[in-house]
């Protein structure tokens, strides 16, 4: 993530056109569609949060352990995914105010595409999770 962060920013200043609103895609993305796209991606993941939230208090009830890294791990996601929600509306509204230069629309733009990436990882982490709960037959009761 680092190494995405510092290529970014880089090629948004060596090479602004490539994120930079010359790039037609990204110009017409980072507005009200990125919100949309991220409302889908946070609503899943959210659910899927809340759904391992629950899997895991039936397991704790079943076998009388306690789960508290995965509980304090999923708590986590869900505060991370609502925050970057949060920086993405941060983003959307401040380009068309702040951002004069290409390069530093570039860099909204390069912002937004790491929210992005980081929503990505935050849905397939908690994925694996889910997928991670064993079978109640392998569980000691």
Request: proline share 3%; glycine share 4%.
């Amino acid at each position: 993530m680092i190494i995405l962060t510092i290529g970014i920013g880089i090629t948004s200043c060596i090479r602004p056109e490539i994120f930079g609103d010359s790039n037609s895609f990204l110009k017409n993305f980072v507005n009200h569609e990125l919100l949309a796209v991220l409302g889908v991606i946070v609503t899943i993941t959210l659910a899927s949060a809340a759904s391992l939230h629950l899997e895991l208090n039936r397991l704790e009830n079943d076998t009388g352990e306690k789960f508290l890294e995965a509980r304090s791990a999923t708590k986590a996601y869900a505060y991370l995914l609502i925050t970057l929600f949060g920086a993405a509306l941060a983003l959307v509204i401040a380009k068309p105010v702040v951002a004069e230069t290409e390069s530093v629309k570039s860099l909204f733009n390069g912002a937004a595409i790491l929210v992005i990436v980081l929503n990505m990882l935050a849905l397939i982490d908690l994925t694996s999770a889910v997928f991670a709960i064993p079978p109640d037959r392998r569980l000691k009761k």
